[in-house]
């Protein structure tokens, strides 16, 4: 039974030791191109880790690339663009228009379940937040192992998890009380 | 039942991201229980999303992290000694020739010492050698003829 469990478990750290082996010493190379992109260190940060949980989440799928850094620069590309476009528009980051006026706009409102209401409130989160929230929450990683599979500071881990599920409690407590007061 | 105060700690750690996956199990089994504190029942929705998405997550990609050992220890402990309980009496039940003394004549047993001791004796005597079918058997007839 011991050896059950184990098997089960080291089948989630060969992943891991391939993803490390594999895609984890590209890293630097992704964020240099996203760093030519978006010409700030934290932005290239952001980009990188997005594409790394990218990555690790369609990590299957990889063993059919024959190119994997290609493949994966397209996407840093592609990120890092979105990224700038994101500021050039100077739309305020979904970070922060997830308050007042993306409430109102995207009629959270009117879902009527509460948990279809968090539902939505997650899909809303930035990327690099909902993917987060999805490794540690849902797909059970700790911390360390984020960190590890995206090659990020721990603290940095730490910090987007509590981002994350920070905003999705304030936003629904913001909800739940305009309803109230209705 | 866990605590009110143990779980707003919790939560605390929770909303700073310094829980663990144990940590995290604990809200959820609390938050999704049928005895979730009136002031704590706002957070509620949350950890039910979660453990509803880990649990259609788990049918699409099962992760391992919480499939852990413990589940299985004591099913394991308990079908063993189940196994072990069903040789011990399958063995004493069928075991029918126990402790004792006794012969089986044509297939019959008989337990009465005396004719167990007999029979045991003749059977030794059937398959005993004298001295004398032992040297026929082990000295040649040539070398024979030279001890004589």
């Known amino acids: 039974m011991l050896c059950f469990g184990e098997t089960f478990v080291l089948s989630i750290e060969m992943e891991i030791k391939e993803f490390k082996i594999k895609v984890l010493p590209l890293r630097g190379k992704f964020y240099g191109l996203a760093r030519k992109i978006v010409e700030d260190s934290d932005n290239a940060e952001d980009v990188t880790q997005e594409v790394m949980m990218k990555l690790w989440e369609m990590r299957h799928e990889l063993d059919k690339c024959h190119n994997i850094e290609a493949f994966a620069m397209t996407m840093i590309r592609n990120a890092a663009i979105d990224m700038l476009r994101t500021e050039k528009t100077n739309l305020p980051l979904l970070e922060e228009s997830i308050g007042h006026q993306t409430l109102s706009d995207d009629h959270l409102h009117d879902v009527k379940s509460e948990v279809e209401l968090i539902k939505r409130i997650i899909e809303m989160l930035p990327e690099i937040q909902r993917n987060t929230i999805r490794m540690k929450d849902v797909e059970g990683f700790e911390n360390e192992e984020i960190a590890e599979i995206t090659g990020c500071n721990i603290l940095a881990v730490r910090s987007n998890l509590s981002r994350a599920r920070k905003k999705v409690r304030d936003v629904y407590f913001q909800i739940i009380k305009e309803r109230n007061k209705k | ?148």
């Not at chain 2, 002031?39 to 992760?63: G, M, Q, W």
């Open chain 2, 1 to 148: 039942m866990t605590k009110k105060k143990d779980i707003e700690i919790l939560l605390e750690k929770y909303f700073e991201g310094t829980t663990s996956g144990q940590e995290e199990q604990i809200l959820r089994t609390y938050f999704t229980g049928s005895e979730v504190s009136e002031d704590l029942a706002v957070y509620r929705p949350i950890f039910s999303y979660l453990d509803a998405e880990i649990k259609n997550c788990s049918t699409a990609k099962p992760h391992p992290r919480y499939i852990s050992l413990k589940r299985f220890t004591w099913p394991a402990v308990a079908a063993i000694f189940l196994l072990m309980l069903g040789f011990t009496a399958y063995y004493r039940f069928n075991n029918t020739t126990g402790d004792g003394s006794y012969v089986i004549i044509n297939g019959e047993k008989f337990s009465d010492v005396r004719l167990a001791q007999q029979q045991a004796q003749k059977a030794f005597e059937d398959v005993s050698f004298s001295k004398d079918e032992i040297t026929d058997n082990l000295i040649p007839e040539d070398m024979k003829e030279g001890l004589e």
